[in-house]
């Protein structure tokens, strides 16, 4: 059965990578096939994710589902849909699921969907919030919603969807990654800007008020001078670039943090890095914090969310108070300063998702999921 996963891209972020780990997971067992839709306003709009899934070898399709051009795109969606085989709707992100109900109002296939974490703030735009409340009724009439965390679940339960549809299905990624030899990790780490006796630190993801990377320029950029080096390197494009750039500068910090913009190789920089940063408001379970443990560095993040499922302060991992600049800059120095820590914590962090967050494990649950709908 042809399986399409529908969402909204604006870059290989988490929600994207869970559906392409999710699509291999698919494709390895057999009994179902991913189709991966990307929404796009228009036929020629680059989409990375598109891009991704097709190098990976997926069916992929651009999705064109204009904000504008709903009375005209619904229709033609719905007959190429039917065109295409899909036997079931996966939606995966607030305009995936609304959109998504409409095609289905016309052609009646069974749909599901994953609610992701978003974030509301005091500046979120009111058309986001008018969807995310249009998802959430929708969700009520659903068979089956998946959270990837317990308090997306508690989310999805106080906005009326009855218990008995609800199921959380944590994230999962493939347990082997690239392997990087001293050779080419000393490289990476020289374009980065980091000599090989640096301690480096990656954050990576969008730049957003809700990943806090302000937090973390301020933290690295402030460390006092004197022992060895210490760098921070953040992956990733949003809107707060300009506002982590100007703060760089400002501070004369360029040294100390820079910002990479978005890279496709985020695999091989967990392997060229000391450590990696998460100081994020708000979380549910992130994708890149389960690649970061899974490549056996230390991390150093908040215990929000559904963090604290995976990392337990001084066991796997550091956790500091969200916001808290100068408990995030004491956990990085101890890494960098305590011998033994960080490979400790690395490693325990590794074993904790070889044992709780495989593809595979994902993909099981999901299939139930999906034979549930097509009985």
């Not at 709009?45 to 709903?70: C, H, M, T």
């Not at 289905?104 to 509301?120: K, N």
């Not at 008995?164 to 980065?192: E, F, T």
């Not at 760098?231 to 494009?237: E, F, K, L, S």
Request: charged share 25%; hydrophobic share 45%; with cysteine.
């Amino acid at each position: 059965m042809r399986v399409l996963h529908l969402l909204e891209s604006g870059g290989l972020y988490g929600a994207e990578r869970v559906v392409l780990n999710l699509s291999a997971a698919m494709r390895a067992a057999g009994a179902f096939e991913p189709v991966i839709g990307c929404i796009v306003q228009h036929d020629d709009e680059p989409s990375a994710l598109y891009d991704e899934a097709r190098r990976q070898g997926f069916a992929a399709e651009k999705v064109r589902l204009r904000n504008f051009g709903l009375a005209t795109d619904v229709p033609r969606e719905a007959r190429r849909w039917r065109r295409l085989g899909i036997g079931l709707v996966h939606s995966h992100g607030y305009k995936a699921t609304v959109f998504g109900s409409l095609v289905r109002g016309l052609w009646a296939v069974p749909m599901t969907a994953t609610c992701h974490l978003w974030f509301i703030g005091p500046r979120t735009p009111r058309k986001m919030r008018a969807m995310v409340a249009a998802e959430m009724r929708l969700y009520r009439r659903f068979r089956t919603v998946v959270g990837v965390s317990a308090e997306i679940r508690d989310v999805l339960l106080r906005a009326g969807v009855a218990a008995d549809r609800v199921q959380v299905i944590p994230n999962g990624i493939p347990l082997d990654g690239p392997v990087l030899g001293a050779g080419a990790r000393a490289r990476l780490r020289g374009q980065l800007g980091a000599s090989t006796d640096a301690f480096l630190v990656l954050n990576a993801g969008r730049l957003t008020g809700q990943k806090d990377q302000l937090s973390l320029v301020r933290a690295v950029g402030g460390a006092p001078v004197g022992g060895r080096t210490i760098r921070c390197v953040v992956a990733g494009g949003g809107d707060l670039r300009e506002l982590l750039q100007g703060e760089i500068d400002e501070n004369r910090w360029s040294e100390r943090v820079s910002l990479l913009g978005f890279r496709d190789d985020v695999p091989e920089l967990l392997r060229a890095v000391d450590a990696f940063a998460l100081p994020s408001l708000d979380e549910g379970m992130p994708m890149i914090l389960l690649e970061a443990a899974a490549a056996g560095l230390p991390i150093v993040t908040t215990p929000v969310g559904d963090i604290p499922t995976l990392l337990a302060d001084g066991r796997n991992g550091l956790l500091v108070p969200p916001g808290d600049v100068a408990a995030l800059r004491a956990a990085l120095l101890r890494l960098r300063d305590e011998p033994g820590l960080a490979e400790r914590l690395g490693r325990a962090a590794r074993d904790e998702v070889r044992r709780e967050h495989s593809s595979e494990a994902m993909y099981a649950r999901y299939a139930e999921v999906y034979r549930e709908h097509v009985r």
